[in-house]
């Protein structure tokens, strides 16, 4: 097909959407999926786990390169989804597990999109690609003195 996803990430795309199109709510066999970017390649969207969405063809063909209201609390909320289930892997940062946790919650915004995704909470930047966090940035304001 035209994406290079291993099939790790699309089974795991497959049990998150319960097996369903994200779309139409149609039942979908494994062989039946398609992997619909959310927030369209051509808007800069990514292959990101948490950028992609099962999706029938129908509903694929449909959407086609519209960007989806509210796109950015969707893909905020299936980042840290894809935190929690461990499908996210963790580059050389300088942040302990509890921080990195507590503030990935508290992700509010996307700050980036081009080349790769960057996420933002009141304290920290992650910068991600390959659905790695390969670098975070400490905002001002966190002071442990
Ligand atoms: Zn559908």
Do not use: W
């Amino acid at each position: 097909m035209y994406m290079n996803i291993p099939n790790s990430e699309k089974i795991y795309i497959y049990e998150r959407e319960k097996k369903k199109c994200f779309y139409c709510g149609k039942n979908l066999k494994f062989r039946q999926i398609t992997l619909d970017h959310y927030l369209p390649k051509s808007k800069g969207g990514t292959e990101d786990i948490f950028n992609l969405v099962l999706s029938c063809r129908k509903c694929n063909r449909l959407k086609g390169n519209k960007i989806p209201r509210n796109y950015e609390r969707k893909i905020i909320k299936l980042f840290q989804k894809a935190f929690y289930d461990k499908m996210i892997k963790i580059g050389n940062i300088i942040v302990s597990k509890e921080d990195l946790k507590e503030e990935i919650l508290n992700i509010d915004r996307i700050e980036e999109i081009r080349p790769n995704f960057v996420f933002q909470s009141k304290h920290m930047r992650f910068y991600i690609k390959n659905n790695t966090i390969e670098r975070i940035i400490l905002l001002g304001g966190k002071h442990e003195d």
